[in-house]
């Protein structure tokens, strides 16, 4: 009995020496212990992110068997060249972008305004009832808000019947390009009005002061010392509204008219009418090549820095 | 708000919009694992089946002829039993040898299955069964009875500019067939003799006729419950449809009524068939003797809005509702199905020794193009 404890003692014994020695190892080396800190994430996102997006891009410069489907491993440009020739594609393609870049300047001329008066104007409690009316949305289903949207907008819906009451000549958007732009920028416009908010909120009172103390009108302060300073959290959330909305392809489905494709739904179609993983795959090389450009601009412009 | 909890709040958001739906696990023994039209495989029909046979069914739904036909090739192919395959997705299964060939004479039913729906030319190829027909429904022209006036008696209705920015057709490639179908009678010098078959001059006029008519489109519907929508509102007052449509509409007291117009229609024939590859082939044919009894027939008959194809289905139809054998014309004499131009795959083959039709790659590329 009494050796049985010996042992055990010994066991713990051991043990509490060789985690002070794990413990000194990781001291004396700080790189190895940022290893063993930041491999897990690193592998994960190599694996799962990078890795299917090289998969993608991959496959793009591949071909698909039109009768069996069968992937043709044979290295081509023809999916480009198509996309390239074709101007159905190149339609669908200035329309996603120009309807992303429509919905972030929308969006950020609404949440700053409303962001300024949550971080500057309004008291602790209305500031926290208004954060509960933004983010209040975002717990409904996407989808039970693009359907009631679709109740509003269309013929005999609540806006025409608001407009029919004011005497108003009906307004016929539903299922429309302007359909989608106002659905989007309703949709995405928390992810505007947080990182605005949060911007705004960092810059010292004192700043505000000083320009005023230096005989700065509010206009002048707001031009020259908050809009530069709360330019950050715009295109931070400019990052949001952009990406969200070139990448969406169930509102144009659901809101969008006779010529409202969007590149998602393209490749969706692709992929999942005609099996042509390829030709989608190439498609979505236009978006990441899009949005690649735009982070490169945000960075300039200090926009992950405010996030 | 910190900025930490707002990137808390993104990444939650961001896994909820990109959480998938899960997967059908394939388990193997006396299993069928179907890949089927929504609403296609009901508990009420299902349940009974796997009481009497013994066999499980796990059920996929797929939402498109595409995906039907994705999924029957994914993973080899020998991931599904059975496929409830359109017209639109037969031919391919059977050229890409994805399914097997049936002996009919197994089914007790066949024999009471209607003339047209024997040997359908979706499902049958010189002579040989890929399948077993299950239920039919034509493509109708539904229109508002208010606004609509006269009645329409012509596909014409909707290439016309008459009811511009209200006209709905189906977002679905096949769609081509039905204004080619409208030129096969309207331009007898296009020489289109089958709306499935189009070289490719009858192929670009049809286009043509597409393209003029897009100004007209208020939508390209993608799903049955979106033309519902678009007709309940008045966004839409005249489509393309089908009966399920119609049915739901007038049950919602719309003012709407359908028709097959004069030049005929296409139409849709859903065809159960087998996989090359299935180890379950004993539970197959329990199933294919099972769906096509005039009980079970005339239930997903009543329940889906489409037509059986075994004639001894309409006193089942009427018991379950009253007047639907009818109202699906399921005792419609041949006559009737003579104008019903059923969906089948465009192939390169043109059925007359020639091959140079545009085949359904072609069909889909124009289709997406059309959309722009």
């Known amino acids: ?307 | 708000m910190t900025t930490r909890s707002m990137w808390a709040l993104v990444v939650l958001l961001a896994v909820g919009l990109a959480f998938p739906a899960a997967g059908v696990s394939a388990q193997r023994g006396g299993t069928l694992n179907m890949i089927a039209w929504e609403g296609y495989l009901q508990p009420q029909w299902v349940k009974p089946f796997q009481k009497n046979t013994g066999c499980t069914i796990h059920q996929k739904y797929a939402g498109s002829s595409d995906e039907m036909v994705t999924l029957m090739r994914s993973g080899g192919g020998d991931q599904y039993d059975m496929v409830s395959a359109s017209g639109d997705a037969s031919l391919r299964l059977i050229y890409g040898k994805d399914v097997q060939t049936i002996d009919p004479t197994k089914i007790p039913d066949y024999k009471n299955f209607g003339p047209a729906f024997k040997s359908p030319p979706n499902n049958t190829i010189g002579g040989k069964h890929y399948g077993l027909s299950l239920q039919w429904g034509p493509n109708t022209l539904l229109y508002n009875t208010k606004v609509v006036k006269p009645a329409p008696t012509s596909w014409a209705s909707i290439y016309s500019p008459q009811y511009k920015g209200k006209v709905t057709v189906p977002d679905n490639p096949i769609q081509i067939a039905d204004a080619a179908l409208y030129l096969m009678k309207t331009q007898p010098s296009l020489g289109i003799k089958d709306p499935y078959e189009l070289n490719s001059a009858q192929f670009t006029a049809t286009l043509n006729l597409l393209k003029k008519q897009k100004p007209l489109i208020k939508k390209y519907w993608a799903l049955a419950s979106d033309e519902i929508d678009l007709f309940k509102n008045g966004d839409a007052v005249i489509g393309a449809s089908w009966p399920y449509q119609t049915n739901t509409l007038i049950a919602a007291k719309a003012p709407v009524k359908d028709l097959v117009p004069k030049e005929g229609a296409t139409g849709w024939l859903d065809t159960w068939m087998v996989s090359a590859h299935t180890k379950n082939l004993d539970c197959a044919y329990k199933w294919l003797s099972w769906i096509s009894t005039p009980k079970v027939q005339a239930e997903q008959a009543v329940y889906f809005g489409e037509t059986p194809v075994n004639s001894k289905a309409c006193p089942f139809m009427n018991k379950l509702a009253k007047g639907s054998c009818a109202t699906y014309h399921a005792n419609a004499p041949l006559k009737y199905f003579k104008q019903i131009h059923f969906w089948k795959t465009p192939i390169a083959d043109c059925g007359n020794g020639q091959k140079n039709c545009m085949d359904y790659t072609k069909w889909q590329q124009a289709w997406t193009q059309l959309k722009g």
């Open chain 1, 1 to 307: 009995m009494a050796a049985g404890l010996d042992a055990a003692e010994g066991v713990k014994r051991d043990r509490h020496r060789a985690r002070r020695r794990l413990g000194g190892a990781l001291w004396r080396r700080p790189w190895l212990k940022g290893l063993s800190l930041l491999s897990p994430p690193v592998l994960a996102f190599t694996l799962v992110y990078v890795a299917a997006l090289v998969a993608l891009f991959i496959s793009a410069f591949w071909t698909v068997n039109p009768f069996t489907s069968q992937l043709i491993h044979h290295w081509t440009f023809d999916n480009f060249r198509t996309l390239w020739n074709e101007p159905a594609y190149r339609t669908v393609a200035i329309r996603t972008v120009t309807i992303a870049a429509a919905v972030t300047v929308t969006d950020a001329l609404i949440a700053f305004p409303f962001a300024y008066y949550m971080a500057r104007v309004a008291s602790r409690r209305t500031r926290g009832f208004l954060f509960v009316l933004v983010l209040l949305p975002l717990w409904a289903s996407y989808l039970a808000r693009v359907y009631a949207w679709r109740l509003i907008l269309n013929s005999d819906g609540l806006l025409n019947w608001s407009l029919h009451k004011l005497g108003l000549p009906p307004a016929n958007i539903a299922y429309s390009n302007t359909a989608m732009w106002i659905v989007f920028s309703y949709i995405w416009l928390p992810f505007m009005i947080l990182p605005v908010y949060a911007a705004l909120e960092r810059i010292p009172h004192s700043y505000i002061e000083a320009s005023r103390d230096l005989g700065a009108k509010g206009g002048r302060t707001l031009r020259t010392v908050i809009l530069p300073l709360a330019l950050p959290g715009v295109v931070a959330g400019s990052i949001f509204t952009f990406s969200l909305t070139l990448g969406d392809y169930i509102t144009p489905v659901l809101i969008g008219g006779a010529s409202s494709q969007f590149i998602g739904n393209v490749v969706y179609d692709s992929v999942n009418q005609s099996s042509n993983l390829p030709f989608g795959a190439a498609f979505a090389v236009v978006p990441v090549v899009v949005m690649g450009a735009y982070l490169m601009i945000a960075r300039r412009l200090g926009a992950f820095e405010a996030l």
